[in-house]
């Protein structure tokens, strides 16, 4: 990898998920040993759905005659931008790139217009504008009133943080000075659920277990992956003043396809992004290590053997947030950054509760993980900036 041209680093962000979309409320859940998870007896399985609250923000928009028709997966992120976007305090952003990306996309909307035409053979003429691929982004723009670079992309589970790659490469390039990146998924449908449970590795916990998604219990017998819905977007920018975290490092790999989720039991993907991200961050280690864990037991079991294989002697700090909010695809790496962030600014480790650990340390450098489907895996590393 090149080293790097520019020093770049993260000045705003905001998000929505089953935790709410306010900071302070979201930092406290994280503190607290409750999962976010909720039951739907209609469906009969465990969901990670947005709060009540986040629901009217969501519908609020849809009050907006020009953004009701659109999926909610845009929605989401179209106020997750906004977040990032007041934080930073960029003003006016008419020149920003953007790129939020979407393992599904527009969910929802297609489900609903395939539906149509399986039943009528007629569609809404609304089908193909608002499922199109490229929606995300060019709405956050329209929305932001950005007239810049926009553009989308669907790596899978490993997507937002892909997007940290592109945006990186767009700042170091300088063909941008300032970036917007993300994920947003709204995946909460019978057909996406079903994709799931076909691949057995659902939860099928009953509707009184406490915590029916166990990512990072290693000990757990059966797979307990539960999907949540959920969208954070984060403002980059080149060597900024006053920056709330540093990207101190980015590694990318891809597993040999073997198999239908492309897990090698050694986690080889994911020892080559570590290793790449530790390299470029110049690090032999970081202090937490905020892992993929989707609550599989092959998926959890193969990323802690990566982690053991790269510190063999003393293993970092390790954690996930999946048990709490359920795994959100193609906004999963995001919301683990928006985590990682939390973190490094309070200065305080979020453990599992199958793993507690009383972590007084000082946290400097915490190292996300995400892995897609086709083995595609990445690794970014946050450092906090010296004040």
Not at 338 to 362: D, G, R, W
Request: a neutral charge.
């Amino acid at each position: 990898m090149q080293q790097q041209k520019h020093k770049i680093g993260i000045v705003g962000w905001g998000s929505i998920s089953a935790l709410g979309e306010d900071r302070a409320s979201i930092w406290e859940r994280y503190q607290q040993q409750e999962q976010y998870l909720s039951f739907s007896t209609e469906k009969n399985v465990w969901e990670g759905r947005l709060s009540a609250k986040s629901q009217q923000s969501i519908a609020q928009f849809r009050a907006n005659k020009l953004y009701a028709s659109l999926d909610p997966t845009v929605l989401m992120a179209m106020l997750a931008a906004k977040q990032a976007v007041e934080q930073s305090q960029w003003g006016v952003v008419d020149d920003i790139g953007i790129n939020i990306g979407s393992s599904r996309g527009a969910t929802q909307l297609w489900e609903k217009y395939f539906q149509q035409f399986s039943d009528n053979k007629v569609l809404s003429p609304l089908a193909s504008p608002t499922t199109t691929s490229g929606n995300i982004s060019s709405w956050v723009a329209h929305h932001l009133g950005s007239g810049g670079l926009a553009l989308e992309h669907s790596i899978t589970c490993s997507t937002a943080l892909h997007a940290l790659l592109n945006g990186m490469t767009w700042l170091e390039s300088g063909r941008a000075s300032r970036f917007i990146i993300g994920g947003s998924e709204a995946a909460l449908t019978p057909f996406t659920l079903s994709q799931m449970q076909s691949l057995r590795i659902y939860s099928r916990a009953n509707p009184s277990e406490v915590y029916p998604c166990k990512s990072l219990h290693l000990g757990k017998v059966e797979n307990t992956m539960v999907l949540g819905e959920g969208a954070a977007c984060f403002c980059m920018e080149n060597n900024p003043s006053n920056p709330i975290a540093w990207i101190a490092g980015v590694g990318y790999a891809r597993e040999q396809v073997r198999n239908a989720t492309s897990i090698s039991a050694k986690g080889m993907g994911f020892q080559q992004s570590m290793q790449m991200a530790l390299a470029e961050a110049e690090l032999d280690r970081v202090d937490v290590v905020l892992c993929h864990a989707p609550g599989t037991i092959k998926g959890d079991q193969s990323e802690v053997n990566a982690i053991n294989a790269i510190w063999p002697n003393e293993v970092p700090l390790i954690t996930s947030n999946k048990w709490k909010i359920g795994h959100t695809f193609g906004a999963s790496g995001a919301l683990s950054l928006e985590l990682a962030l939390l973190m490094l600014e309070h200065q305080c480790f979020i453990s599992t509760p199958f793993e507690k650990v009383e972590a007084n340390q000082k946290i400097q450098n915490i190292l996300v993980n995400a892995m897609g489907f086709g083995g595609n895996a990445v690794s970014v590393i946050l450092s906090v900036p010296s004040r």
